[in-house]
């Protein structure tokens, strides 16, 4: 069994995306059950996930995507994306075709809502808002076809002694072999409850001290549409600043790595430049032949492996601070802890929007 901070994710039920190399591919049945393998595997078909097997597909690297899901995963109604994820997007070759749809946005407006006061900052890059399903199916259709496979839900990894690889199995009892993984791009449902009138009454309650169109959407929003959210996971910035995110040849990233609140907007977008760092550094080691059993190859990759967690590291638990501290200062009611937050915030550069400068290279 695979251990460590990185790995207990995916035991507790998240779908990370795993991208695994073996030498073959091909499928053989084995004591009831069927055991596959595959050049690359990436389980998870969300933004990072994707992006990761289009950033390996655009270096000569062919992979299969797993996801638990009947069809893409496309739920959300849109997300902003800052010049750090154009950059990105400009590297997988979508960008032109995502910005067809896509709304620019100029500047932020806030209201706040003790004193009602208002105040606008101007965003002085490029800043877009596009629909979740629009970047899920462009990514999706840029890859290979029949490189995604649907209703593969992962629920264990396993070392393989013989090869100090991974063994994948599915929900089915299906097994797939891996002899490098990366896990990118986990989905987090949060626990539900079938009493959605009484949460809805709930949250009308709270939302007495908010602008009445607040209220009035969730009145008037239809019991089958909501989806009751009870418990949240997110991973603190310690953890990620700390953390385990390597065991051998298994990695993490996206919100495997980093999964954060929505205060700056950044999610997407790292995991956008995870898949970028993580291609780059495997097509860089490996020259494109990651499949080899040469014990210098492996080695080569692992290393590659360790390369990417260390440039991705800081840049993500800078941002998982920021957001950190931001979440902080929103619910916090001591006067004590929302000054000592605003002042980590003007460090981190934060009124700026400092972190959204960001290249991550070209793929």
């Not at 649907?150 to 690889?165: L, Q, S």
Request: with cysteine.
């Amino acid at each position: 069994m695979v251990h460590g901070d990185a790995f207990s994710i995916f035991q507790a039920g998240t779908a990370n995306t795993i991208v695994s190399l073996h030498n073959h591919k091909g499928t053989v049945k084995e004591e009831g059950y069927m055991e596959a393998a595959y050049g690359i595997v990436i389980v998870g078909g969300g933004i990072c996930g994707l992006a990761t097997a289009l950033a390996l597909h655009r270096k000569g690297i062919a992979s299969i995507v797993l996801e638990k899901s009947e069809t893409l995963r496309a739920d959300g109604a849109a997300i902003g994306i800052y010049v750090n994820g154009w950059r990105v997007l400009e590297q997988l070759g979508v960008a032109a075709e995502l910005r067809e749809t896509a709304n620019g946005i100029t500047a932020h407006r806030n209201v706040w809502q003790q004193g009602n006061k208002t105040t606008q900052v101007p965003v002085r890059n490029e800043f877009r808002c596009l629909k979740r399903k629009d970047l899920i199916e462009t990514l999706a259709k840029n890859i290979p076809a029949g490189s995604i496979r649907f209703g593969c839900h992962i629920v264990a990894i396993h070392e393989d002694p013989g090869t100090h690889g991974a063994v994948l199995t599915s929900l089915d009892g299906s097994t797939i072999r891996a002899k490098k993984t990366f896990s990118d791009d986990t989905y987090h449902p949060g626990a539900t409850t079938d009493d959605v009138s009484a949460v809805k009454d709930l949250a009308l309650q709270k939302l007495k001290e908010f602008p009445t169109e607040f209220a009035d959407m969730v009145r008037d929003s239809e019991p089958g549409s909501l989806n009751v959210v009870t418990r949240l996971w997110y991973r603190p910035p310690w953890q990620v600043a700390f953390g385990a995110l390597q065991k051998g040849a298994v990695t993490v990233a996206g919100d495997a790595m980093h999964a954060m609140g929505p205060f700056i907007g950044q999610g997407g977008a790292a995991g956008l430049e995870d898949a970028v760092v993580l291609a780059r550094a495997l097509s860089r080691a490996a020259g494109g032949e990651l499949c080899d059993d040469d014990d210098e190859k492996k080695k080569m990759v692992q290393e590659a492996i360790a390369e990417y967690v260390t440039e991705r590291r800081w840049r993500v638990a800078m941002l998982s601070l920021e957001c950190f501290v931001m979440g902080t200062l929103l619910r916090s009611k001591s006067i004590v802890t929302k000054l000592a937050c605003v002042a980590m915030l003007l460090l981190l550069g934060s009124k700026s929007l400092r972190h959204t400068n960001y290249d991550c290279g070209h793929l």
